[in-house]
């Protein structure tokens, strides 16, 4: 097994777990440690928010023993607001403190933070460097292939986040202007990963154990990191844990992607804040996920949508099962 070194902060050189703002809360971060993500990162937390307490800063600062190695990750534009943002993170004892610097929402880059940043390298780098300066962990930045395709400015940007003194970057190979749509360009990251010394974290389109190795193979890339596919999906870090452990992998039976599931609805309302009603909600969108590319998910689907209950989850779960086997 491979480890990479980001600052002091040791990481086993297999996959890690993308930051996903309303979807990789504690819960799923849970479960993705526990199948074998090698590091986690928090949903994004705005600085200017922290700066102001806003309610939501425990839950999504509080980092568990069982989720590390994590990063918190924060977004602004305004090294004074980063420099005390830093403070207040450090009081959760983070191993890492992520700058998000490739956000592409509009209610994000409209105020001048997340991929805006990639328009003005200069503001990123007092950005970043104040932000390094206020930590005492190491800081990463999160970016994109840049704002469009006439904007592609990544490798210029990788730079100029090295000589800030960040510890590592992660690229996303898409632009602001493709948001999720289109591919992942990898060999913007390649050209990345050939332009710095730090470690770089590779991200887009990363779905399995071939196109994961495919991402190590073809960017040279120093950990590969996996959003969207791992929904409904937590197996996609044990695939790739086991082959870099060289131990052998089986895919779960439908009992266990089942088990699976609930197990983590299970965790969405122990770990939440919200009351159990309100919990339960955000736990339609993964149910629904477990089952996506199976005979019948998209009945299931919108049942999954209507979940009120734990119960309920675990009657549609027990269907689920049968309608396979008896398919
Ligand atoms: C629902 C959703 C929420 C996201 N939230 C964040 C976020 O809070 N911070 C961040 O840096 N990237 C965020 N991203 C981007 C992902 O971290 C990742 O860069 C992107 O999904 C591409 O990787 P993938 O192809 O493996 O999904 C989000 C993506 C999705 C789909």
Known sequence: MEYINIGNVKIEKT??????????????????REYGAAYVVSEMVSAKGLCYSDRKTNELCTVTEAERPMAVQIFGSEPEFMKRAVEIVSGYNPDIIDINMGCPVPKVVGIGCGCSLMKDVKLAQEVASAT???SSVPVTVKFRKGWDDDNVNAVEFAKAMEASG???IAVHGRTREQFYTGKADWDIISEVKKSVSIPVIANGDVTDLQSCLEMYRQTGCDLVMIGRGSYGNPFVFKE????FKGE??????????????????RLILETSE????LAIKEARKHAAWYMNGFYGSAKFRARCYNLSSYSEAEGLAEEFITLQKNR
């Not at 790739?240 to 082959?243: E, L």
């Open 132 to 134: 390094v300066k206020a």
């Open 274 to 277: 919200k009351a159990a009603e």
């Open 166 to 168: 960040v510890a590592a």
């Open 248 to 265: 052998s992998y089986i895919p779960p039976t439908v009992e266990q992607r089942m088990e699976t599931m609930l197990r983590h609805i």
């Open 240 to 243: 790739i844990s086991s082959y």
């Open 15 to 32: 996959a890690a777990l993308a930051p996903m703002a309303s979807v990789a809360d504690r819960a799923y971060r849970l479960m993705c």
